[in-house]
Nanobody, 127 residues
Framework: VQLQASGGGLVQAGGSLRLSCAASGRTVISNFVMGWFRQAPGKEREWVAHLRWRGGLTAYADSVKGRFTISRENAKNTVYLQMDDVKPEDTAVYYC????????????????????WGQGTLVTVSS
C-alpha cells in the first residue's frame, strides 16, 4: 500500500487545517487501521490518532482530543485529519500510516503497529 499525505501548511493559532492521506496500490479493506503520527523539531515521532476501517472506531492522543478528528472516505480510500483550534505546539511533520493487517491491533498507538508510511506533510502553527 502506498500512502500520499497532503494538506499541510502555515496556519495561525486557533485556526483549522485538514490533512488528507490517500491510499493506493491496494484497495483498503475492512481490517485496515489508518493512523496519524507527528514529529516536532527535536522530538521523537508520536502517535496522534487512528481509525479502524471496519466500524470506524477512533482513538486520539490526549493532547489533541476534542480538537482533532480523524475520518475516512471509503470511495476514495482516503483518511483525513481535521485539525481545529490548532496550537503552536501542534507544529510538526505529520505522517499517515497503515496497518494492512500484518500487525496486532493492540499496537495501534505505536509506530511498530504500522507497515506502510506516507512521506509526511509539514504543519506550522504561528502564534
Amino acid at each position: 500500500v502506498q500512502l500520499q499525505a497532503s494538506g499541510g501548511g502555515l496556519v495561525q493559532a486557533g485556526g483549522s487545517l485538514r490533512l488528507s492521506c490517500a491510499a493506493s496500490g491496494r484497495t483498503v479493506i475492512s481490517n485496515f487501521v489508518m493512523g496519524w503520527f507527528r514529529q516536532a523539531p527535536g522530538k521523537e515521532r508520536e502517535w496522534v490518532a487512528h481509525l479502524r476501517w471496519r466500524g470506524g472506531l477512533t482513538a486520539y492522543a490526549d493532547s489533541v482530543k476534542g480538537r482533532f478528528t480523524i475520518s475516512r472516505e471509503n470511495a476514495k480510500n482516503t483518511v483525513y485529519l481535521q485539525m481545529d483550534d490548532v496550537k503552536p505546539e501542534d507544529t510538526a511533520v505529520y505522517y499517515c500510516a497503515v496497518n494492512s493487517g500484518s500487525r496486532p491491533l493492540v499496537w495501534s498507538r505505536e509506530e511498530n503497529g504500522y507497515d506502510s508510511w506516507g512521506q509526511g506533510t509539514l504543519v506550522t502553527v504561528s502564534s
